[in-house]
């Protein structure tokens, strides 16, 4: 009588591979601005960021309105470069800080700066038409 054993070493070895190409596969999956991004930017910035209630600073209503360069020479989004983009060095900055964000509501988790420094890392990528439209749920007053 042959054993199964090798049959069943074979079996839980192909399994493994599959097992590990799916986690690699997903691991490659890039940031979906609709899904993962659009959701944080409604949750915890375009609240204050935009055209009504700060309309000399940016706004996170558009693409138009996000990737813009300050007055003081730094951009909102740096496509490619997280570390040079200002919307990831407020997220990062401490809560009390003079460019902590944001000033008002709960700040981001790390896993949702992670998230939007990939999305960076990835070409911040932001679709036009209806689908990169961003309206507040409400708007922060003084």
Do not use: Y
């Not at 309105?65 to 401490?94: H, M, Y």
């Not at 420094?117 to 070409?123: A, K, L, M, N, V």
Request: overall charge positive; some cysteine; charged content about 25%.
């Amino acid at each position: 009588m042959k054993s199964a054993l090798p049959r069943f070493l074979c079996l839980l070895l192909v399994l493994g591979i599959s097992h590990s190409a799916t986690g690699e596969e997903t691991a490659k999956k890039p940031v979906s601005f609709q899904d993962e991004i659009k959701p944080v930017l409604i949750e915890k910035c375009v609240h204050c960021h935009n055209r009504k209630t700060l309309p000399d600073l940016f706004s996170f209503e558009s693409a138009k309105r996000a990737f813009v360069t300050l007055k003081s020479g730094q951009d909102v989004i740096v496509p490619g470069k997280p570390e040079k983009s200002l919307l990831i060095i407020a997220l990062k900055s401490p809560h009390g800080h003079e460019k902590a964000m944001p000033m008002v509501g709960p700040r981001p988790t790390e896993e949702e700066i992670e998230l939007l420094s990939r999305w960076i890392q990835e070409g911040a990528e932001w679709p036009k038409g209806p689908g990169g439209r961003i309206r507040p749920l409400f708007r922060a007053t003084e």
